[in-house]
């Protein structure tokens, strides 16, 4: 057994402590947690699994990682918090452990990574002996995994379109979804998430591994943006009022440009509520999905839809996310000390899982 650690219990770390613990290969051994309030909480209670793990959460990290786990689930944000987040993961790789996170964007696609976030981590392995692998959903499997598996179905390839569409009042995270986003803000405010070049540096990596495992060159990456205000204030059953005018659904791309023309597209579509901007795309059932689209020949159309936490569609995104990074947990183990993306680690199917009761 895996002796692995949970560090944070947001909305990404409830669904690793409930991955780990399903997992016949781990064993739940900490649970890491930056509230006080937290510190000494059972991990199936922050979990919400119904009933207790036997493990007590604690903030004390030099103690934690003096037990030297065999991997480590660094669950906290790094989308306000990069340099702390990094701090955290190089530790953690520097005790030996095998450590996945869906934190640091620049990392998805590990050779196009920046100098000051790729050396800190490969000096963590030479020093430590441990590994990293960054991935989730969208960025993550949504964009490419997926569209790459799918792709191999066709006999000719025109271009591949990864969507997310999503009602994002659904999203359990305000600060992100009014402030880096912009929901609720009257349509003057600029968000960061949407401020040019930023949507490049979240999902231009994916991009560039698409393209790499397709074998092209992009000759440029582009993008595009609209946004829409709500035409009527409206109430979410989450996340309260948002008033008419304000913005209320963001489009954008992120196009991988080659010999000219958008053949690798990274497609985001999100609302605050289903009445905003009704003419663009929806999913089936309002909530939320994730799509590709290969055209070619011949077209393939694949929509995936998750849910979890009382169906919450969000939730299921969070649950895939980390269900790709825990379930990679023993082969990362047995590989080779390094730094990975999603072209090095694979997809397995869930070996001793099927039918086993979930926590």
Known sequence: MISTVVWGTGNVGRAAIRAVEAHPALN??????????KVGRDAGDLAGTGRDLGVAATDDIDAVLATAPGAVVYAASGDIRPDEAL????????????????????????????????????AAVADGGGSLFVSGVDPGWGNDVLPLMI???????????????????????????????????????????????????VWGGQLRLMARALGVELDDIRETMARRPLETTVTTRTMGEF???TQGAVRFEVQGIV???????????????????????????????????????????????????????????????VGRLVNAIDWLVDAEPGLYDALDVPLRPAAGRLGRKQP
Not at 28 to 37: E, I, Q, T, Y
Not at 161 to 171: A, M, N, V
């Open 28 to 37: 739940l051994a900490h649970v890491l947690v930056h509230d006080p309030g």
């Open 87 to 122: 701090a955290d993961i190089t530790r953690a790789v520097r005790t030996g452990a095998v450590v996945v996170t869906p934190a640091l964007y620049a990392l998805y696609d590990q050779r196009s990574a920046p100098p000051e976030l790729r050396d800190p981590v490969l």
């Open 151 to 201: 792709s191999g179905l066709g006999s000719t390839v025109d271009a591949i379109r990864c969507q997310e569409i999503f009602d994002y009042s659904t999203y359990d995270q305000p600060d992100a979804v009014r402030d880096l986003i912009g929901m609720g803000h009257a349509m003057e405010y600029e968000p960061l998430m949407l401020a040019a070049s930023v949507p490049t540096m």
């Open 243 to 245: 008033a008419a005018g």
């Open 259 to 321: 010999e000219g023309e958008p053949r690798i597209v990274i497609e985001h579509i999100t609302r605050i509520h289903p009445s905003c901007a009704p003419d663009w795309p929806s999913p089936p059932d309002g909530a939320g999905a994730h799509r590709v689209i290969i055209e070619g020949r011949p077209r393939i159309e694949v929509t995936v839809e998750a849910t979890d936490e009382d169906e919450n569609r969000s939730a299921g995104g969070n649950a895939t996310a």
